[in-house]
């Protein structure tokens, strides 16, 4: 539809400063990641929104090296955390990809498990703080406190619905022709869906894949809940990161928020197509 | 079970699969659900059992007896009345609600906003679009790590304020009780609005362009197309973003919890921050228990009700 001209300027305006408010935020903590010590005041009277000395020496720090006298190194380097961080959304990712594509596959082509999908929304509904006394009692049990594998079992539960929708709306839409072309050779069910169908998915499933591990990566309650020292992911140790010389170690802090913040906002604008779909749980077909 | 879900399979590939039995097919259906089945049975219903027996009870894990011999500590209803007494769970409730009625709506009509904007084509809008959804993806914890640092005394915030008023502005926003939760809200509307912005946009996109051609031949201006056409064909659109934005709303923890830690006092206590202080700092596991059954119960009755209008909307053709 044309559009006039005075609504053109009224949208690139509007836009702006959409783009300013949301940019802002952003911009301050890269800036605030490569200041250094001196510069990150929180007194107000020499504000600087650039650093006047850029450095590398929060990010020296945030990986156990540091070059100012100032900063007392803490014991731990944020390596661990970020080494944690990985593991547990990767296999988190991997348990709630291989369930949830499995029934995705069974509840789209026979109709099995009918109830799973209600069942799936409802666990997405309910805060994790609410459930989460019986999941530390039982991580206890199990002795996965505090280690990257009770970590990734937990992710893999929770994001699981999220695996389950996208992929049931993916194999809905994909064509049954060839699967069924496939019966006719003789080839059993099984090997349909190993052979034919899930190579054919390789993009949706990848798209799937990141988004649960957007999901998983981007935690901080279960991981303060289930973690307390030896595998603390990265905002768990992130929100640690003081001394009593420096007090908050702004500069540290928001070296390793850029690192957090970096792989999701990458691979959320390389599936944004496939944002809308994960997370209405497929309720909306774009 | 398998025998109903046999059932409906058969009927529902019916003739299409000839060439294996159908029986195969149910089976194999069956097997590939049933990681997922396991998965959430472990954790609802054993988890679920649990959670209720203790809420009966003062059971702590610093009690030093284990959480199955609970029972020694029983204190029958005790937990349930002490709840509907505490004072500091009604008001966190309260807050919680204040959050979500100040933040969904203005989530909603900025994002409606932004939407109307990018409705069709103008040159630029791949990248706009892109860097406006950006805030989603930041890890929440991130973000509230952000505006941490954004409403400090000498942060940003304030530093934008005095070149605007043209004197220094030095607003302690984290440390009064009044302007934290405002801070915690903004936080929260800079992360979500994008997920409206996108939700409606995808709504957007879907209303027929002949119809609005059609009501421009028949004299609607912009305002009456967007009541009597676009409105009416982004209803379940605007439930489903609105539910999620209710739900996900309810549970805010991150964001705020880096940003104020529910303080100062209790000025930024929500439900989901009350319930992590006592899990955490009191360690009165047999309370939270009941605290979290009781979020549970009310909650699954909103939860029946919001399905059914989800499965509703998935009914009908968008």
Known sequence: MKRSVPFEIFRYAAILAAMAVTLVPILWMVSMAFKPIGEWSATGADLTWWPKQPTLSNFRFVFGESDNDLIVALDHTALKPILSSLLSAVFGTAIAMSAGTAAAYGLSRFGSGQNLPLALIQLRLFPPMAVMIPVMIMWAFLNLNDTWLGLALIYGIVTLPFAFWLMKTFFDDMPREIEEAALVEGCSRLRVFTRITLPMMRAPLASAALFVFILNWSDYLIALLLTTREWVTIPVYMASLSSSMTGQLYGAKAALGLIAAVPPVIIGIAIQRHLVRGLTFGALKQ | ?318
Do not use: H
Request: charged content about 15%.
């Open chain 2, 1 to 318: 079970m398998s025998a109903v879900t046999a059932t409906i399979s058969e009927d529902k590939m019916g003739a299409r699969t000839k060439p294996a039995t159908p029986d195969e097919g149910a089976r194999l259906g069956f097997r590939l659900t049933l990681p997922a089945q396991i998965l959430v049975l472990f954790i609802s219903a054993f988890p679920l059992l649990m959670q209720l027996y203790i809420s009966v009870t003062d059971w702590s894990p610093l009690s030093g007896i284990g959480w199955w011999n609970a029972w020694e500590m029983w204190n029958s209803f005790a937990n349930y009345t002490d709840l509907a007494a505490d004072a500091r769970f009604w008001s966190a409730l309260q807050r919680t609600a204040i959050v979500m009625l100040v933040c969904v709506p203005a989530e909603f009509l900025l994002g409606l906003a932004l939407a109307t904007l990018f409705a069709d084509d103008f040159p630029g809008k791949r990248i706009f679009y892109s860097i406006l959804l950006m805030p989603m993806m930041v890890v929440p914890a991130v973000a509230g790590y952000m505006f941490f640092m954004l409403f400090q005394s000498g942060g940003p915030v304030n530093d934008i304020l005095s070149r605007i008023v043209g004197t220094p502005v030095t607003i302690a926003w984290l440390s009064d009780p009044n302007l934290a939760l405002i801070a915690v809200m903004i936080a929260d509307i800079w992360q979500w609005t994008p997920l409206m912005f996108l939700i409606l946009l995808a709504g957007l996109v879907g209303v027929p362009e002949d119809q609005m051609k059609a009501a421009t031949l028949l004299g609607a201006n912009a305002w009456q197309r967007f009541i009597t056409i676009v409105l009416p064909k982004m209803k379940t659109i605007i439930i489903i973003a609105l539910a999620i934005r209710v739900i996900e709303n309810f549970k805010i923890f991150d964001t705020l919890y880096i940003m104020t830690g529910g303080g100062p006092g209790v000025a930024t206590e929500t439900i989901s921050v009350y319930i992590y202080k006592v899990t955490t700092q009191d360690l009165i596991w047999g309370y939270v228990a009941a605290i979290a059954l009781a979020i549970l119960i009310v909650l699954s009755i909103v939860a029946v009700y919001a399905m059914k209008r989800m499965t509703k909307a998935r009914e009908v053709p968008a």
